[in-house]
């Protein structure tokens, strides 16, 4: 049984589409480019609309090796079009005194890039957050490292919940996908439409269930086959939602993003479809008849 609903967007996002960021007048996607398989794919995400980068300041570092050179090719492009990008970084040391140095390292390990806009607290719970926010608010005073705004990745709903409704970040990041939907009823239900801390979505295509997989099910053609592209529309569908960290790997997969935020959002049955989907997957659900 799914979650009870939470209402649903009139249109999708779109990559050109800008948000206010904080309160130093930061401009972003809704979209923000994590993970790339080739560098290519900075320069394809930049030319359809999407201004927003994350990088990581410490761990996972060499899986985003492709994004940092991607970022640098972006950068040499011409001049001035550092102005038009949004940089953020996570980190995710947890003692407070270790939430300086890797944000300038990555500054330094990126030509060009000059400095980082939104420092982030990744992987944040409840319990120690409120340990490292003092040190990410002196970063945004001081503007440490360029840092103009703040943020945290959550791996604790109600923490999540809890720091949009005080606005205690600029931007929270809270995983939302058909495989792991519990966010549509710990944290949607309570936000306002309308919210002063941005909330992006997270490992949205979670929960996918690839062609050949679908045939080991015993599903016939029958059945609605979502593409992949359809949980980026089940991320983007609660109005809650203001846009979603994702990670299309080459300039091909950016487009099929970009063709798929064109159609409607998903209509009730289609996201309880997906959710089940996953479910039975993963083995939680029998088949249906």
């Known amino acids: 049984m799914t979650a009870a609903l939470i209402g649903r967007r009139e249109r999708l996002p779109r990559p050109s589409d800008r948000l206010t960021l904080g309160r130093a007048g930061l401009r972003v996607s809704p979209f923000c480019l994590g993970r790339v398989r080739e560098p290519s ?17 410490d761990m996972h570092w060499p899986l985003y090796e492709t994004l940092r050179r991607g970022l640098a090719q972006l950068l040499r492009r011409r001049r001035g079009i ?6 953020a970084a996570a980190s995710y040391a947890t003692q407070p005194e ?7 390292e990555v500054v330094e390990a990126v030509p060009g890039l000059g400095r980082i806009d939104v420092t982030v607290a990744g992987g944040a719970y409840g319990y120690e957050l409120p340990r490292r926010l003092p040190e990410y608010r002196e970063q945004r005073r001081t503007r440490f490292a360029g840092a103009r705004a703040i943020g945290a990745s959550f791996h604790d709903r109600l923490a999540a919940r809890e720091a949009v409704k005080a606005a205690s970040v600029d931007i ?24 002063r801390t941005l909330l992006y979505g997270f490992t949205n295509t ?10 080991q099910l015993g599903l016939t053609t029958d059945f609605w086959l979502p593409s ?62």
Do not use: M
Not at 98 to 104: G, I, L
């Open 82 to 87: 550092r102005d038009q990008l949004v940089i």
């Open 172 to 195: 929270a990041f809270v995983r939302y996908n058909a495989g792991h939907p519990g966010a549509r009823r710990e944290v949607y239900p309570d936000v306002p439409r309308r919210h």
């Open 98 to 104: 270790f939430s300086w140095a890797p944000f300038q």
């Open 228 to 289: 992949i592209t359809d949980h980026y529309r089940f991320a983007l569908t609660p109005p809650q939602v203001n846009g979603i960290l994702c990670s299309p790997a080459t300039p091909r997969q950016v487009a099929a993003l970009c063709r798929a935020v064109e159609k409607e959002p998903l209509d009730a049955e289609e996201e309880r479809y997906l959710v089940d989907l996953a479910r039975l997957d993963e083995g939680r659900a029998e088949r249906w008849p």
């Open 206 to 215: 979670g929960g996918f269930v690839p062609r050949t997989r679908f045939r």
């Open 41 to 57: 794919t900075v320069l394809a995400a930049y030319d359809a609309g999407i201004n927003f980068f994350f990088l990581t300041a």
